[in-house]
Nanobody
């Protein structure tokens, strides 16, 4: 069973940046696409970004396109989410996902 551990969340001012990390284990990381999701207070979980196994293809939700960048390091079994130009509406718990497996999430709060 896959294990995913997110880190890097915190409090950031609007317009600021933050980098999330997800450390993966328990599966062949280099052969799987990885995804980030988020869940804002009182809202359903939503997909944020995806990256293919070799990192060559990425895609993003319209709400974050141009501001967030997903990347991965297969040598480190890790996937990242670089977030820039953060807005209060980006406040959410961010989750790493592979298949049916999820991490516990990391909280990002965008507030002045």
């Amino acid at each position: 069973q896959a294990q995913l551990v997110e880190s890097g969340g915190g409090l950031v001012q609007p317009g600021g940046s933050l980098r999330l990390s997800c450390a993966a284990s328990g599966f062949t990381f280099s052969s799987r696409s990885m995804r980030w999701f988020r869940q804002a207070p009182g809202k359903e979980r939503e997909w944020v970004a995806r990256i293919t196994s070799n990192g060559r293809i990425t895609d993003y939700a319209d709400s974050v396109k141009g501001r967030f960048t997903i990347s991965r390091d297969n040598a480190k079994n890790s996937v990242y989410l670089q977030m820039a130009s953060l807005k209060p509406e980006d406040t959410a718990v961010y989750y790493c996902n592979v298949g049916f497996d999820w991490g516990k999430g990391t909280l990002v709060t965008v507030s002045s």
